[in-house]
């Protein structure tokens, strides 16, 4: 849960406005903001799909993966876009991964984003969270990094009027879904963002054009889209994407990486050769015998458990009871504020299994 957010903006989170150099302060190119006001819902009705990538080695080893989903959803009242984008894998058998969720609006602005990252290494884990939200005219953001059994938080705002054009974690991926579609991305596309300072750097998008790739046993037309994120701190990162027609991502890799997020097969090689036969499991005995005795196991298993637990009704009559006193808007933020508390007698999470090679 994440830590209440100063109303003031600090001193770090203007060194971020600024220039490094200069004293300039750093904003979107006037082709990026044309580009997201000029977003039509026609073609946000096309963006709304789920993705499956694999994450495999140099040598096509299975590591993971790569999932995206954009629906549509209401935040506080407000109909939004809803993205979640979610890795996980393992490197040198240490599970690891990384998820986004994101509300933004239909000109791909943030209303607000929760991101995750960790690598479980033994003896030396790293799990890192930032949470924004757009609150009374200000982005309120609140980070917790955790490296082994030292915790650091931070928190910065910015005000929104200097964040046209920004472009996150979460975001950006529904960009570049609206470019593979137009199959054009125009010069000077420059955005904001932040760096893992929670600086505002600047993120740029360019067309890599089209060329052919493998996905299963057909060769198939990908349009090609670049992303490169610059830091106050760090080199710059850049990642490659490749799409097909109908935005669906067949490739995404961080250059100088030796991991790739690849497509397996195309949707229509999925369903060559199947003939869909409805399943009407109340008619089979056999099914409905099974479907029956796992109902009967899984209810007597969660009844032991809240016996176990009483402290679990407690919790929960507490909240809502406290919930329905208070009648929030963002029944959300109420949420993170009221749990907030607990979040220091929260036991260690377990260690995850790693993927099967």
Same mark, same amino acid.
């Given at each position: 849960?994440?830590?209440?957010?100063?109303?003031?903006?600090?001193?770090?989170?203007?060194?971020?406005?600024?220039?490094?150099?200069?004293?300039?302060?750093?904003?979107?190119?006037?082709?990026?903001? #044309?580009?997201?006001?000029? %977003?039509?819902?026609?073609?946000?009705?096309?963006?709304?799909?789920?993705?499956?990538?694999? #994450?495999?080695?140099?040598?096509?080893?299975?590591?993971?993966?790569?999932?995206?989903? %954009?629906?549509?959803?209401?935040?506080?009242?407000?109909?939004?876009?809803?993205?979640?984008?979610?890795?996980?894998?393992?490197?040198?058998?240490?599970?690891?991964?990384?998820?986004?969720?994101?509300?933004?609006?239909?000109?791909?602005?943030?209303?607000?984003?929760?991101?995750?990252?960790?690598?479980?290494?033994?003896?030396?884990?790293?799990?890192?969270?930032?949470?924004?939200?757009?609150?009374?005219?200000?982005?309120?953001?609140?980070?917790?990094?955790?490296?082994?059994?030292?915790?650091?938080?931070?928190?910065?705002?910015?005000?929104?009027?200097?964040?046209?054009?920004?472009?996150?974690?979460?975001?950006?991926?529904?960009?570049?879904?609206?470019?593979?579609?137009?199959?054009?991305?125009?010069?000077?596309?420059?955005?904001?963002?932040?760096?893992?300072?929670?600086?505002? =750097?600047?993120?740029?998008?360019?067309?890599?054009?089209?060329?052919?790739?493998?996905?299963?046993?057909?060769?198939?037309?990908?349009?090609?889209?670049?992303?490169?994120?610059?830091?106050?701190?760090?080199?710059?990162?850049?990642?490659?994407?490749?799409?097909?027609?109908?935005?669906?991502?067949?490739?995404?890799?961080?250059?100088?990486?030796?991991?790739?997020?690849?497509?397996?097969?195309?949707?229509?090689?999925?369903?060559?050769?199947?003939?869909? =036969?409805?399943?009407?499991?109340?008619?089979?005995?056999?099914?409905?015998?099974?479907?029956?005795?796992?109902?009967?196991?899984?209810?007597?298993?969660?009844?032991?458990?809240?016996?176990?637990?009483?402290? =679990?009704?407690?919790?929960?009559?507490?909240?809502?009871?406290?919930?329905?006193?208070?009648?929030?808007?963002? %029944?959300?933020?109420?949420?993170?504020?009221?749990?907030?508390?607990?979040?220091?007698?929260?036991?260690?999470?377990?260690?995850?299994?790693?993927?099967?090679?």
């Amino acid at each position: 849960m994440e830590a209440p957010l100063e109303d003031e903006t600090p001193a770090g989170a203007l060194a971020g406005i600024e220039g490094l150099d200069l004293g300039v302060e750093l904003k979107a190119s006037d082709e990026a903001l #044309t580009l997201m006001s000029s %977003v039509e819902p026609a073609e946000l009705l096309k963006c709304v799909f789920p993705d499956s990538l694999v #994450t495999v080695s140099e040598g096509g080893r299975d590591l993971g993966k790569f999932s995206v989903t %954009v629906e549509f959803a209401r935040r506080v009242q407000r109909p939004c876009l809803l993205l979640h984008a979610q890795s996980q894998g393992a490197i040198d058998d240490s599970p690891c991964g990384t998820s986004v969720t994101a509300y933004l609006t239909t000109e791909l602005e943030v209303l607000e984003e929760d991101y995750h990252e960790y690598v479980k290494l033994e003896g030396h884990s790293l799990d890192r969270r930032c949470h924004m939200v757009q609150h009374d005219g200000q982005m309120l953001i609140d980070k917790v990094t955790t490296v082994g059994e030292e915790t650091t938080m931070e928190s910065v705002s910015y005000p929104m009027s200097a964040l046209n054009g920004l472009v996150t974690e979460g975001s950006n991926l529904l960009l570049m879904r609206l470019l593979a579609l137009r199959k054009k991305v125009p010069e000077h596309m420059t955005f904001i963002s932040f760096d893992q300072g929670l600086h505002i =750097i600047h993120t740029t998008f360019s067309e890599l054009g089209l060329k052919q790739l493998q996905v299963g046993d057909e060769t198939v037309e990908v349009f090609g889209v670049e992303r490169v994120v610059h830091s106050v701190e760090e080199s710059p990162t850049t990642w490659q994407c490749y799409f097909l027609a109908d935005g669906h991502m067949a490739s995404r890799v961080q250059v100088g990486s030796p991991v790739t997020m690849r497509l397996l097969q195309l949707q229509s090689q999925l369903e060559k050769g199947f003939e869909k =036969i409805p399943l009407v499991w109340e008619e089979d005995m056999q099914m409905c015998s099974k479907f029956l005795d796992r109902k009967e196991e899984l209810k007597a298993d969660h009844a032991l458990y809240l016996r176990q637990h009483p402290e =679990i009704r407690a919790l929960i009559s507490d909240f809502l009871q406290f919930l329905l006193l208070r009648k929030p808007n963002d %029944v959300f933020q109420f949420a993170r504020e009221y749990f907030f508390p607990f979040e220091s007698h929260r036991p260690p999470e377990p260690s995850l299994n790693a993927p099967s090679p």
